[in-house]
């Protein structure tokens, strides 16, 4: 378990992303094993690991698809895109962009 999952926040953010995306996996529409995860990478940006806007709801076959293409180095171009546009919307322009989460 991470740091980020440790959090007295997590169960909020958890809950809130959830609600948000009404109880279903935003891949598939799968109902059960719901998971939040991550957009950009705690990791790679600390700073929005509890940022509503970087997590999303997906349910546990959509979460490992997503993590192995991840580290296999496929990245989905919807994903690349979500994650620019949050780069976009929460960094000052510095002219740095995640390319890797």
Known sequence: MS????????????????????????KCGGRTHLEVAHIVSAKARPDLAFDLSNVRTLDRRCHVEETRAERSGEVDPARQQWRQLVNEMSSPSTGKELQHA
């Open 3 to 26: 740091e980020v999952h440790r959090d007295r926040r997590w169960p909020a953010v958890r809950l809130a992303a959830k609600r948000r995306d009404r109880f279903r996996c935003v």
